[in-house]
């Protein structure tokens, strides 16, 4: 069993930056890939990023692409999702995953074993 925590979350002003954290328990931390998905008021939630579990492969959602890093450190059974430059879209609740397989955090269909509780981000105009 693996329990996720999300923390980092808060209000900012658009063009602002805040760096997400996602703390899992147990003792297998790097053998899962990790990843970042968020739900808006009234929409789908969506893919966000995913890296793998050496941190050696990482993948974006377009809308993100340049503008947010996902990270991890597997000493510390942690992920991070830096987001700079946020826009008002970017406001939602997002939430961390783990999956056993990689390919199973991903925009379509996506599987992860794990969801974390969700940290909310809001981001003003």
């Known amino acids: 069993q693996v329990q996720l925590v999300e923390s980092g979350g808060g209000l900012v002003q658009a063009g602002g930056s805040l760096r997400l954290s996602c703390a899992a328990s147990g003792r297998t931390f790097s053998s899962y890939a990790m990843g970042w998905f968020r739900q808006a008021p009234g929409k789908e939630r969506e893919f966000v990023a995913r890296i793998s579990g050496s941190g050696s492969l990482t993948l974006y959602a377009d809308s993100v692409k340049g503008r947010f890093t996902i990270s991890r450190d597997n000493a510390k059974n942690t992920m991070y999702l830096q987001m700079n430059s946020l826009k008002p879209e970017d406001t939602a609740v997002y939430y961390c995953?783990?999956?056993?397989?990689?390919?199973?955090?991903?925009?379509?269909?996506?599987?992860?074993?794990?969801w974390g509780q969700g940290t909310q981000v809001t981001v003003s105009s």
């Open positions: 995953a783990a999956a056993r397989n990689l390919y199973h955090i991903t925009a379509i269909t996506p599987r992860p074993d794990y």
